[in-house]
């Protein structure tokens, strides 16, 4: 490859050619039903949900979060893991950390925005529908660029990146359903959306650096010391069986874990239903 720009679009192509063919096949079906639509005269109407669902947001819905999880590299790595999901193979290669995360930033964006813009002018959208024409796909946007850079972040307890970008992008998505209930203006949500984009590429940037260098907090060793430490006085008593003793290790290992994310996850999701 004579550039990073060419090596970076090349690996995304390669590795990912059947989604994005399967995107580019969901867009051209959106073209074909608008065109046989102008073309004939066809009384084509989208005003039943599940007629709009099945031909424009069920779609794509789907390739919108493809594209996150390509461009954010969610499908090479393990996304409740302590370290960046930024593969550690493209991290050697001798070009610059701005262009390791610009590149990434800059593609995704470029898909994202296609997406909107082609079923924007031509999806089938219901006549009734009035859809704000620039601040969707900004907001598209935007939710990748906070994505990318949570997703790139080490961290130091094993799962906080999916909580953090949980509530940040809850809180984004929370933000733009009541732009749609008081149906908000164009240059009020661009307002609230385009300074957003800085800050999410420069802490990208930023994740991607400390990546780089191998940066990992850690807390939950001092934690994990200062508590045996506390405890050290007061032995734990034998187990009464073997039942017992496989209980306490499969409690330890992973029992927290379902009320956790239930006590994470609930708050948001009663929350948007209050907001809709």
Same mark, same amino acid.
């Given at each position: 490859?004579?550039?990073?720009?060419?090596?970076?679009?090349?690996?995304?192509?390669?590795?990912?050619?059947?989604?994005?063919?399967?995107?580019?096949?969901a867009?051209?079906?959106?073209?074909?039903?608008?065109?046989?639509?102008?073309?004939?005269?066809?009384?084509?109407?989208?005003?039943?949900?599940?007629?709009f669902?099945?031909?424009?947001?069920?779609?794509?819905?789907?390739?919108?979060?493809?594209?996150v999880?390509?461009?954010?590299?969610?499908?090479?790595?393990?996304?409740?893991?302590?370290?960046?999901?930024?593969?550690a193979?493209?991290? +050697?290669?001798?070009?610059? +950390?701005?262009?390791?995360?610009?590149?990434?930033?800059?593609?995704?964006?470029?898909?994202?925005?296609?997406?909107?813009t !082609? +079923?924007?002018?031509?999806?089938?959208?219901?006549?009734?529908?009035?859809?704000?024409?620039?601040?969707?796909?900004?907001?598209?946007?935007?939710q990748?660029?906070?994505?990318? /850079?949570?997703?790139?972040?080490?961290?130091s307890?094993?799962?906080?990146?999916?909580?953090?970008?949980?509530?940040?992008?809850?809180?984004?998505d +929370?933000?733009?359903?009541?732009?749609?209930? !008081?149906?908000?203006?164009?240059?009020v949500?661009?307002?609230?959306?385009?300074?957003?984009?800085p800050?999410?590429?420069?802490?990208?940037?930023?994740?991607?650096?400390?990546?780089?260098?191998?940066? !990992?907090?850690?807390?939950?060793?001092?934690?994990?010391?200062?508590?045996?430490?506390?405890?050290?006085?007061?032995?734990?008593?034998?187990?009464?069986?073997?039942?017992?003793?496989? /209980?306490?290790?499969?409690?330890?290992?992973?029992?927290?874990?379902?009320?956790?994310?239930v006590?994470?996850?609930?708050?948001?999701?009663?929350?948007?239903?209050?907001?809709?």
């Open positions: 490859m004579r550039s990073p720009a060419a090596a970076i679009v090349w690996s995304f192509g390669r590795r990912h050619r059947v989604g994005f063919a399967a995107i580019g096949l867009l051209l079906w959106q073209v074909v039903i608008k065109l046989a639509t102008i073309a004939r005269g066809f009384p084509f109407s989208l005003d039943a949900p599940e007629s669902a099945l031909v424009v947001s069920v779609p794509m819905s789907f390739a919108f979060f493809y594209l999880a390509v461009f954010t590299f969610g499908l090479d790595g393990d996304l409740a893991a302590r370290e960046s999901l930024y593969p193979r493209m991290l +050697t290669r001798p070009v610059s +950390t701005t262009a390791l995360a610009w590149w990434p930033m800059g593609l995704g964006t470029a898909c994202v925005a296609t997406l909107w !082609v +079923t924007r002018v031509l999806g089938a959208w219901p006549p009734s529908l009035e859809v704000p024409v620039l601040w969707p796909g900004l907001l598209a946007v935007v990748l660029a906070w994505a990318q /850079a949570f997703m790139w972040m080490p961290y307890v094993r799962g906080m990146r999916v909580a953090v970008a949980a509530l940040w992008l809850a809180a984004i +929370t933000v733009a359903l009541l732009a749609v209930y !008081v149906t908000a203006s164009e240059p949500m661009a307002a609230f959306l385009v300074p957003q984009l800050l999410a590429y420069f802490l990208a940037r930023h994740a991607v650096a400390r990546a780089r260098r191998g940066d !990992v907090p850690e807390w939950r060793g001092a934690l994990v010391r200062a508590f045996r430490t506390a405890n050290a006085a007061a032995p734990a008593p034998p187990f009464a069986s073997a039942a017992a003793a496989q /209980a306490w290790f499969e409690r330890r290992r992973g029992g927290v874990s379902l009320p956790a994310w006590a994470i996850l609930l708050p948001l999701e009663l929350a948007l239903l209050w907001a809709v």
